[in-house]
């Protein structure tokens, strides 16, 4: 036991460290470390972990023998995982805290948003694509007002309270004529200075400075009653606007419009699930129909084969012509083409959305050679009956993500339009000051300096008596007016963002408009991909059964080789047009519910889950897997 001690020891603390690794790769902000706690947090740095290139476990335990298989619920939780469009978007929230933690402190506004990328795309139906990349662009997200490093109104308070301390220490010699003065030919004075301050501003405009400072001075001079002496003085500075850069919806409205911004990303995480999940899907079900577009061209290529094989017999024994043979061998090399091209979509299919679903792309280990198998089949579109278009209207307009976004820009609009019509006012400031001061020092005993009045005789300790007991105050109090005889650039201002809040007004309009036109197209999407399924259906049941009475007319001698083959291409035409009929039923109920908003209650996906980047809910492989396709086995 004590032998197998220390290897278990080090088994499981590689275990801790193994499981903890994801928690450290986590998006987040690290608090300083070390130091002297809170007086010396706000001078260091936070650190943020460097980016997570590891896929989930998830991603390892659906691969059994070289395939991936794969449920429609299983490429959600990949893509929320895994997704780098998503992961990309997960800084968004962290990034405009930030900016509403720099608002706080009383400083501009910074714009950090990144545009929203539309996804990966399924490859050409018609062959090799030469694009089949599968990346989509990303798009410019609806600016957030006031996202800039520039801003017009009044001048933005700084709300972090400031310490100043200053010293200086000073040896000076002055030479003079008038010995009178000083009783000496130079007047040699050392000196020390101290200084310290505190100064506050607040978003009512109002600001305040609150400084000490004290001197020891130190003469050569026979003339000071007392020498070396202390001064000092308390003084007190409360300054106030009244007119421009009064109020606090003036000078909190960076921290408004950052808080919006806060909101205005979380939507567009929102919206980048939503898009990249919806584009993930249609991958998946594009991948389900090419899949059993092979098992159909399979078919054709074996029907064409057997065929070939049966003219040939015939033709050896001299009951049936030599160009059947060719006509049969023909179709054998054109089902072949066919089988060609549905093999290099299925491959190219699953290259894209591996691409989709690994952090690290198809340069993953676990996915180089790894084959997709989906686990769903094509569910026959129902029948039922949809909300009325008004009701559909309204929940649409509830739920859509970009409407929320235009509300928030008109919002931010709105709040830096009543600082920037504050500006069109005159600047009228007043202020009060309050100054105690004192002074304390030692007698002077040379020759000539006279008596020391008693009050000013001590220590520095006299000195702060003084100054609290307020035995030499100073008041002062005054304005100060500042008037703009044109004021061309508050006028601009204030017009040129009124201009611009109404544009977004009609943007928001604008977008209401094409929620409309998205349900309505959306809901004739799915009555349009119902009817070309039914009829695409009822194709296929004709053209077998028109298949099934030409081979048994050919047994009888009553029709032709180059009838039974054309009848086959049409069968295989027939079933590769109703598997598409079912994937673009799939396309339109995907695109239904991005027109609703309705993509992540729909999927059962939780928003926190997508943030998180971890899906709580386990992937479980069905008892029996299905068998892939020949060109998929290892």
Partial sequence: MRRLKAPLCLLCSLLVFASSLPAQNAIRIDPPQGGLGWLTR?????????????????????????????????????????????????????????????????NLLRDVGVGITQGPQSVSLTGVSLNASGGGAATTAVSSQGGVLTQVGPAQLTFDPTVTFNANFAHSTSPFSNTVLTGNVALVNDSRSYQGSYSQNWASGTSAILTYGSTRNKYNSNRYAVNPYNTGALDLVISQNFLQGFGMAVNR???????????????????????????????????????????????????????????????????????EVTRAEAQVYSSQQDLLVSQTNLLQQETVLKNALSRNGVASPELADVHIIPLDTFKVPGNDQQKPIEALLTQALANRVDIAQSKINIENYKTNLVAIKNS??????????????????????????????????????????????????????GFSLNIFLRNRAAQSDYTTTVLQMRQNELTLQRSVNQVRVDVQNAVIGLQQARARYDSAQKARILQRQTLEADQKKYTLGASTVFQVVQDQQALATAESNETQALANFSHAQIAFDQAM??????????ITEALSGHVGRPSVLPAKLPEPQPEQKQ
């Avoid at 997570?52 to 023998?65: F, G, H, K, P, V």
């Avoid at 090419?290 to 017999?313: C, H, I, V």
């Avoid at 001061?437 to 300790?461: D, E, I, K, T, W």
């Avoid at 003084?466 to 109090?477: E, H, K, L, M, T």
Wanted: net charge positive; hydrophobic share 35%.
């Fill in 42 to 106: 706000p001078y260091q740095r936070r650190t943020v972990p460097p980016i997570n290139l590891t896929n989930t476990d998830r991603l390892q335990s659906l691969i059994r023998a070289g395939n991936l298989y794969l449920s429609g619920q299983d490429v959600i939780a990949l893509a929320l995982e895994n997704n780098l469009d998503i992961e990309i978007q997960r800084y968004g929230p962290l990034l405009y805290r930030q900016i509403t933690q720099r608002a706080e402190g009383g």
């Fill in 253 to 323: 409205r960076n921290i408004l419009t950052a808080k919006n911004n806060e909101r205005f990303s979380d939507l567009q995480f929102k919206q980048q699930v939503i898009t990249t999940v919806s584009a993930v899907l249609n991958l998946y079900w594009d991948l389900v129909s090419f899949n059993q577009d092979l098992k159909a061209r399979r078919d054709e290529l074996a029907t064409a084969q057997a065929l070939y094989n049966d003219n040939k017999r015939q033709v050896e024994i001299g009951t049936l012509a030599p160009i």
């Fill in 424 to 477: 069109l006012k005159p600047t009228l400031q007043g202020f009060v000051e309050v100054t105690n001061n004192g002074l304390a020092g030692n007698p002077n005993f040379l020759p000539g300096a006279g008596g020391a009045y008693p009050g000013f005789v001590g220590g520095y300790g006299d000195l702060l008596s003084q100054i609290f007991r307020r035995n030499y105050p100073n008041y002062s109090a």
């Fill in 597 to 606: 908003g309705t993509t992540l209650e729909v999927n059962n996906i939780s």
